[in-house]
Each structure stands twice: as structure tokens, then as C-alpha cells.
């Protein structure tokens, strides 16, 4: 059985920071990209982070994340982690795990609530 489980979300204060965790099983965990999205009430689902299978590649962000979050991941964990910092309270949303292979499946985490709030 597939599953993304998500962690790691809060409420933390403007200027905090929180560590996202999610973990992978039932699947090549390793041989897949891992994505980190986010969906804000009343908006549209968007890409945050992303990271490839393979290693040393550069990971991507966000414009609106870069120099604040950070994508990493650990295969011997199956888990892929999105470190955020000097969080604002724009990144208030549900933050979603995403799992995908060229020609292959995808697969998607249930979300963690982030708020930002004072």
C-alpha cells in the first residue's frame, strides 16, 4: 500500500520556523522525485520545492520561497523534508507531499496545516 504521511506543520509566529517531514512507503522511494506543494484557502495548488532522484541535483523552489525554505531528502529514511524559516504569514497553507517517476506513477500525501499568525 502507497503512502505520503505528512508532519511536522503548526502554528508558529511570523519570523519562526518549522521543519515539514514526509514519510514514503510502498514504493521505489528513492528512484522517484519529490515535490512539496501548497494550497492556501481560495487559491490554487502551487509548487513550493522540488528534488530529484538523482544525486547532487540542485533542488528547486519557488520564487516567493527561495533563501527561506529548503528541500532535502534522505532515502535510507524514505523521507523527503522541507525545512522553512522566516516564515510569513503568506505561507499559511496546507502543505502537500508529492511523489512522481518519468512514465510512472504519482502519488500524493494527505497535507499538513501550516499557519503563520502572531
Request: charge should be positive.
Given at each position: 500500500?502507497?503512502?505520503?504521511?505528512?508532519?511536522?506543520?503548526?502554528?508558529?509566529?511570523?519570523?519562526?520556523?518549522?521543519?515539514?517531514?514526509?514519510?514514503?512507503?510502498g514504493f521505489s522511494f528513492s528512484r522517484y522525485t519529490m515535490r512539496w506543494y501548497?494550497?492556501?484557502?481560495?487559491?490554487?495548488?502551487?509548487?513550493?520545492?522540488?528534488?530529484?532522484?538523482?544525486?547532487?541535483?540542485?533542488?528547486?523552489?519557488?520564487?516567493?520561497?527561495?533563501?527561506?525554505?529548503?528541500?532535502?531528502?534522505?532515502?535510507?529514511?524514505?523521507?523527503?523534508?522541507?525545512?522553512?524559516?522566516?516564515?510569513?504569514?503568506?505561507?499559511?497553507?496546507v502543505y502537500y507531499c508529492y511523489g512522481s517517476q518519468l512514465f510512472g506513477a504519482?502519488?500524493?500525501?494527505?497535507?499538513?496545516?501550516?499557519?503563520?499568525?502572531?
Open positions: 500500500q502507497v503512502q505520503l504521511v505528512e508532519s511536522g506543520g503548526g502554528l508558529v509566529q511570523p519570523g519562526g520556523s518549522l521543519r515539514l517531514s514526509c514519510v514514503a512507503s501548497r494550497q492556501a484557502p481560495g487559491k490554487e495548488r502551487e509548487l513550493v520545492a522540488g528534488i530529484s532522484s538523482t544525486l547532487g541535483s540542485t533542488p528547486n523552489y519557488a520564487d516567493s520561497v527561495k533563501g527561506r525554505f529548503t528541500i532535502s531528502r534522505d532515502n535510507s529514511k524514505n523521507t523527503v523534508y522541507l525545512q522553512m524559516n522566516s516564515l510569513k504569514p503568506e505561507d499559511t497553507a504519482t502519488y500524493w500525501g494527505q497535507g499538513t496545516q501550516v499557519t503563520v499568525s502572531s
